[in-house]
């Protein structure tokens, strides 16, 4: 079975995706950050990982987002598999 990318989180803003990126890798699991759709219109900073490490990334997302008190403020969309 292939592996394919999907979206962890959706932010407004890229800040916040950067910071979840970093604890990703700094975990060891390799992931992308997108701004644009591809109409280049704004749709939010999308985090993605690889479908393999999506329980792994899961669990280092709630991590960052206890770390901020106004998080959900910042999210456009969870994955559903919160």
Do not use: P, W
Not at 6 to 22: E, M, N, S
């Amino acid at each position: 079975m292939e592996d394919k990318l999907v979206t962890l989180v959706i932010y407004r803003y890229d800040y916040r995706a950067q910071i979840l990126k970093a604890k990703l890798e700094e975990e060891g699991i390799n992931c992308a950050v997108s701004e644009k759709s591809v109409f280049g219109e704004i749709d939010g900073v999308k985090v993605m990982v690889m479908h393999k490490d999506m329980g792994k990334a899961i669990k280092i997302y709630q991590e960052v987002r206890e770390l901020y008190d106004d998080h959900s403020d910042d999210v456009i969309e969870e994955t559903e598999d919160f």
